[in-house]
């Protein structure tokens, strides 16, 4: 049974075969997952009794038929296949059924239809991904190479700017009134990006993230810290198609590279 809910899962890859997408003909290994264990307010929660499978597909070409390095990277991690021959997978889909894994599950909309997905593939065990807070090495880094821009954005006084120490001269005479600003011209309309699935969203993102110096723990971490700087209070579970279409857009935009 389809799993009914999103959320994090334990689960043992039950079986495994190599094919190709249907639209594009890009290879793929189609996973099924039998889900064992939840996690649940912080703890692994037994769902055996549930009966859960879902079929995760990863598929390991871009379009331009380049290898998909983060989906190959995951595969490596969580079933110690070595990256050489995807067939490997399917061969040895016999031992592999008794090697537990992570799966993150959560609803796709396709062609108008919402359904239940694998979004992530972890090593069994995997800690979820946490906010990460800049060290005082970044807060250098930024100040270096961003510091000046931020100071020439803002324009003006800062508003923290201390007091010069006495007691303020009174001014002599009263001030002129401001004059009336001059009306500005109408702001012009700016369209919104289109609707996006996270999908999408994630393919386009892994494409401006660094694969030799990045791992999936290192990409998903800035992906989760541009989305809680994007949407403020909203986990991924929340946005919207329209929200995942500005993540598609402008997520890219803000990834720090290191």
Same mark, same amino acid.
């Given at each position: 049974m389809l799993p009914n809910r999103e959320g994090l899962f334990h689960a043992y890859p039950v079986g495994i075969g190599v094919g190709e997408t249907r639209e594009n003909k890009l290879l793929q290994v189609a996973i099924c997952y039998h889900l064992f264990e939840e996690l649940a307010n912080g703890e692994w929660v037994d769902c055996s009794a549930d009966n859960l499978e879902i079929t995760g597909y990863h598929i390991l070409e871009k379009r331009d038929h380049a290898l998909n390095q983060t989906t190959i990277e995951a595969l490596k991690a969580a079933l110690g296949w070595d990256g050489r021959d995807p067939f490997w997978l399917q061969d040895q889909a016999a031992e592999l059924m008794q090697k537990p894994v992570q799966v993150k599950?959560?609803?796709e909309e396709y062609n108008g239809t919402t359904s239940p997905g694998v979004q992530f593939l972890n090593p069994y065990g995997s800690k979820p991904a946490g906010v990460t807070k800049g060290d005082d090495q970044l807060r250098r880094n930024v100040a270096n190479r961003l510091g000046a821009k931020f100071r020439a954005l803002a324009g003006g006084t800062p508003a923290n %700017? !201390?007091?010069p120490a006495g007691r303020p001269t009174p001014p002599?005479?009263?001030p002129a009134p401001p004059k009336p600003?001059?009306?500005q011209a109408p702001a012009a309309?700016?369209?919104?990006? %289109? !609707?996006?699935?996270?999908e999408q969203a994630w393919q386009e993102f892994v494409k401006h993230c660094p694969p030799e110096k990045w791992d999936q723990e290192a990409i998903e971490k800035e992906w989760f810290r541009i989305i809680a700087d994007l949407f403020p209070g909203k986990q991924p579970d929340q946005l919207t198609p329209a929200d995942w279409?500005?993540?598609l857009a402008e997520g890219p935009g803000h990834i720090i590279p290191f």
């Open positions: 599950i959560g609803f %700017a !201390p007091q002599t005479a009263r600003p001059a009306p309309t700016v369209e919104p990006p %289109a !609707p996006a699935t996270m279409g500005v993540m």
